[in-house]
């Protein structure tokens, strides 16, 4: 019994019975579905040992999309517990639990596998890539983000969720003040995730330098593959901080090294320090490949080249090192002093100043455009004055006179959310419709997108302008309830019903996908938007090889293909050649499982299976130091083949 006890959940509620019943449900359903159509051998070949970019970075929106819906049922539960005074629905600890697991799931766990979607089927493509440079570790890569991302949601069920926050503060994270392992699964999910991470920041900076088409200068490359540049080099920079903040977090929880203690040498504002140093440019990993995605959708609906090239690059170079200067903003009504406040909230308002450059050069590229509001344009659209709202009142938060009114109230959690949910996930969402028919060969149905947008921008207004008003009248976040007699019961109502508009703009969303996949046209071409990129350049949908020929922009500009078809300018030069490819394996995936198990483990403090994982993953190691295994190539004639094909259907 006493080894049963150590995996039960330290909170039980009749939500968490729910939710281990449909769990076990949905995976034996799952397991039988797949079992019952026999599709373990196409699942292994296929997907789960792919080195193939493209399907790599399906796997990641699929998870993206998994991840949106678990932390979009956290916040409508948030929103439904604040909804009325001196609400019961959850108890202080749940609260914590469900806000907790909220901030890390949309921040880590949706938002960043939803950019690396787009780092994964984009750049190789706009780049003039067969694929990335290290394709094995672009493997290994999705399959520890994925471990972590589920051995974090696994905490909901065995051994109790973190409930220390989404930036997990000590001395409230350590052993004393929380006593379940939610924490640990916070210290070791994360770590585990992370690692993935900063693989990919590697793997696509060398992709990018290294593995550009002929004649593809830095400065012609598209604004995407720049963004998704920029944020790669502050993965790589920003990710390695987290990554030992976590190792030391999980040392005190694990050992009790005591290194974030109040006492005996320790340093809580030591974690605060590390995480931020970390978490700010995270902010800036997020939005930048955002704002990538934004230019190629209002420049191509716009039917204008994008205004000012040199200036939106720059001004992401500058937003970049900036990142790292803004961070002590999050300590302004902690005591460090005015001088420390005064610098860091200059800083942090000077941050806006690039920002805002880039407002200006969409607009100016809308300016006299010949505008088309298809749905990936209406986002586009409904981002820019959202956005400008959330850089405005960020601005307001600079002031670290004012912050003491503004910091730990609702006023702060409306900023953030009115930056990232236009800011990103509107991006996000763009992008997916967008590229939806380059990567699955039709169209989004564009009545229901367009209603889509309409909707979850009524509901976003009516969910987080009221947050504004309470928090500056003094509703405090984090609260899990308020008295009648504060006032904000009205608004906060207002909020949760913004919340509810929102979760129907999603299930219109899904509705979406399901009617385009059963009513839509296949025969939509490989240019169905008119569009200006090299990535629209091959077929579609997209062969495992990309280009039959390598192209050639020199004569090009950063628009190739928008040259190709408006100038005749040639960009597939030569023949058709034998193609080097690299050869599927499924090391990476007995590796990430080797961390799946070791990090499960530790969380538990078990130390033989911890040591079998580590076998696991070192085995992999070694396994791969010593194989010889060189790829393969696609004789000439198969490719041929394969573009007669393509023509005869009319994809291009």
């Known amino acids: 019994m006493e080894f049963f006890e150590r995996f039960m959940i330290p909170h039980p509620s009749f939500l968490i019975y729910v939710a281990m019943v449909s769990i076990v449900l949905v995976s034996i359903a799952l397991v039988a579905v797949v079992t019952y159509f026999k599709l373990w051998g196409y699942l292994w070949r296929e997907w789960i040992t792919t080195v193939d970019h493209k399907k790599i970075g399906i796997m990641y929106l699929l998870v993206a999309l998994l991840m949106l819906f678990r932390g979009g049922v956290d916040a409508v539960m948030l929103r439904l517990q604040l909804a009325v005074p001196d609400n019961t629905f959850l108890d202080a600890q749940h609260y ?49 983000f994925f471990m972590g991302a589920m051995l974090f949601n696994l905490s909901f069920v065995v051994g109790g969720s973190p409930d220390a926050g989404w930036t997990s503060y000590f001395p409230l994270a350590d052993n004393e003040f929380s006593t379940s392992v939610g924490t640990n699964y916070y210290m070791i999910a994360i770590q585990i995730a992370g690692l993935g991470t900063l693989i990919t920041g590697i793997n696509f900076i060398t992709t990018i330098m290294k593995m550009r088409a002929p004649g593809m200068t830095l400065f012609k490359m598209p604004m995407f593959t720049w963004s998704a540049l920029i944020a790669n080099l502050i993965v790589v920079f920003a990710f390695p901080v987290l990554t030992v903040a976590l190792a030391m977090g999980a040392m005190d929880r694990l050992f009790d090294t005591q290194f974030f203690a109040i006492g005996n040498g320790g340093m809580d504002m030591l974690w605060a320090n590390l995480f931020w140093v970390w978490g700010h440019p995270e902010v800036y990993i997020l939005i930048l490949p955002a704002f990538g995605i934004f230019s190629e959708v209002i420049s191509t609906f716009a039917r204008r080249n994008l205004y000012g090239y040199n200036s939106m690059v720059w001004s992401m170079i500058i937003i970049s090192v900036f990142a790292f200067t803004v961070w002590t903003h999050h300590f302004f009504t902690m005591g460090q002093g005015a001088f420390t406040n005064s610098i860091f909230s200059i800083t942090t308002m000077a941050i806006a100043i690039p920002t805002g450059v880039k407002i200006f050069n969409w607009l100016f590229t809308l300016y006299k455009g010949k505008i088309e509001f298809t749905t990936p344009m209406l986002y586009a659209v409904h981002f820019i004055p959202l956005f400008t709202l959330g850089g405005v009142t960020g601005v307001m938060l600079a002031m670290s006179a004012a912050d003491y009114q503004y910091h730990n109230t609702m006023f702060l959690v409306a900023h953030f ?20 028919p380059k990567m699955f060969g039709f169209m989004l149905n564009e009545k229901i997108g367009k209603a889509t947008v309409w909707v979850m921008s009524t509901g976003f207004v009516l969910a987080f302008i009221p947050m504004y008003i309470t928090g500056l009248d003094g509703q405090a976040r984090r609260m899990y309830t308020y008295s009648e007699s504060t006032g904000f019961s009205a608004l906060n109502m207002v909020s949760f019903v913004g919340a509810g508009i929102m979760t129907v703009s999603f299930i219109m969303l899904v509705w979406n996908i399901w009617y385009s996949f059963k009513n839509s046209p296949r025969n939509i071409g490989s240019d169905p938007w008119n569009a200006r990129g090299l990535e629209w350049a091959t077929h579609t949908p997209v062969p495992n090889y990309n280009f039959a020929i390598t192209p050639d922009i020199s004569e090009s500009t950063s628009e190739a293909f928008w040259d190709m078809k408006k100038k005749g300018t040639k960009i597939f030069k030569g023949n058709i050649e034998k193609i080097h490819m690299p050869n599927n394996s499924g090391v990476p995936f007995i590796m990430s499982c080797g961390f799946f198990l070791g990090g499960f483990s530790l969380i538990f403090s078990m130390w033989i299976p911890a040591v079998i994982g580590l076998i696991v993953i070192l085995g992999g190691m070694v396994h791969r130091s010593f194989e010889k295994d060189h790829g393969y190539y696609i004789p000439a004639e198969e490719v041929k083949a394969t573009e007669n094909q393509y023509e005869k259907r009319g994809a291009k």
């Open 96 to 144: 914590n639990e469900v806000f907790t697991t909220h901030g890390v799931v949309m921040i880590l766990f949706m938002a960043m596998p939803f950019i690396t979607f787009f780092f994964n089927y984009l750049v190789p493509l706009q780049i003039g890539a067969r694929d990335v440079a290290f394709p094995r570790l672009n493997n290994l890569s999705f399959w520890l």
């Open 417 to 436: 959310h009115n930056v990232i949910i236009p800011g990103v996930v509107y991006a996000m969402l763009a992008g997916l419709t967008f590229y939806w």
